[in-house]
């Protein structure tokens, strides 16, 4: 009999629920929440009201597309930590309402987790070991992976993550929310070496962006004094010298960590890992190391259940599971 689970993320503004069976992704679906932009960012009141309206379609759609039904399941899965609670309490309450009704077992996945192993899911996967450089609004860190369910954070940002130096970055140039994939956008007609920024001098293999977002944001205002055509008259060239900047701080922190390693298997996972500029430098670097490179589709790169689903699917196997009062988390590690 095939090993069929259900899984549910709702850890921030998308409505996530997908279908596994034997491993394979059978439905992802993915509802997401334009209520936000008009904020400028996600109002998390506002995410966890969207997620209570959303999950039950998304449930049915999902089940609908994979060709099973809720007898056919034998596990459901859900992401437990990190996000923002209102939003993860949605999803832990139904997932454990579901458990509970169709007598089944419970499993709670950390998020981070869940986007590493994002590269383990279709036909062409990493061998183990593995690392992965996990980049998103939240979280910036290299992982070590040694099995599906021993992982080990090698470093992580100090300060702000990736994603956000990239939509606070957007919102200093005047970009609409998100910001991130329109910095992507304008990059790809500028010039990168235009306009430089400054690199981070940090020991070992953690980040920080803080000091990039000061300086971008002393950069902008210093030039717009002069001239307040400025952005406007510079922009593609603008956005392509802060794309760089953070795209290099990022793959050559990876890179000094492959070289100690010795680890020529290298992923990349993540809402970033969708940025065109990274994916490019990305694969240039693991070319010069003579490297193997794994980055998820677009699809499995943003939020989305189908990472939980694979998941649980290795916790399953290993006989991992939750018990009901288990309670979701904002924030927690998982190494």
């Known amino acids: 009999m095939p090993l069929n689970i259900l899984a549910i993320e709702t850890s921030c503004d998308e409505t996530s629920v997908a279908v596994s069976s034997d491993g394979h992704i059978v ?3 993915i509802a997401s929440q334009k209520v936000h932009e008009q904020y400028g960012g996600v109002v998390p009141e506002l995410a966890s009201r969207a997620h209570m309206q959303n999950i039950v379609p998304v449930i049915s759609k999902a089940l609908d597309q994979s060709g099973l039904s809720l007898d056919s399941l034998n596990a459901i899965a859900f992401t437990q930590s990190p996000g923002l609670i209102g939003a993860l309490l949605v999803g832990a309450g139904f997932a454990k309402s579901m458990a509970l009704s169709l007598q089944l077992p419970l499993i709670a996945v950390h998020h981070m987790h869940a986007h590493v192993l994002a590269n383990c899911i279709g036909e062409v996967t990493p061998s183990f070991p593995f690392l992965c450089l996990t980049v998103s609004g939240g ?3 290299i992982v070590r992976c040694d099995s599906p369910l021993a992982l080990t954070v090698l470093g992580e940002t100090r300060d702000d993550a990736a994603g956000e130096a990239y939509d606070k970055s957007a919102k200093l140039l005047g ?4 910001g991130g994939p329109l910095i992507d956008q ?3 007609s500028g010039n990168p070496h235009r306009y430089t920024f400054p690199e981070p001098q940090i020991d070992g293999y953690d980040f920080s962006f803080s000091g990039v977002k000061t300086a971008i944001m002393y950069f902008l205002r210093e030039n717009l004094q002069s001239d307040s055509g400025f952005v406007e008259k510079n922009l593609p060239d603008i956005c392509a010298s802060i794309q760089h900047r953070i795209n290099t701080i990022l793959v050559n922190k990876f890179r000094k960590a492959a070289l100690a390693t010795g680890i020529r298997e290298l992923c990349m996972a993540g809402g970033v890992s969708a940025n065109t500029g990274l994916r490019k430098l990305f694969r240039e670097m693991g ?3 003579h490297a193997n490179i794994f980055i998820p589709p677009f699809e499995y790169c943003t939020d989305n259940a189908a990472m939980i689903a ?3 699917h290795y916790k399953y196997l290993a006989g991992e599971f939750a018990d009901l009062s288990i309670s979701p988390e904002a924030r927690a590690k998982w190494d």
């Open 310 to 312: 694979i998941t649980a």
């Open 27 to 29: 439905s992802n679906i």
């Open 287 to 289: 070319d010069s190391l």
């Open 186 to 188: 304008y990059a790809s």
């Open 139 to 141: 979280h910036t860190q």
């Open 175 to 178: 970009l609409p929310y998100p």
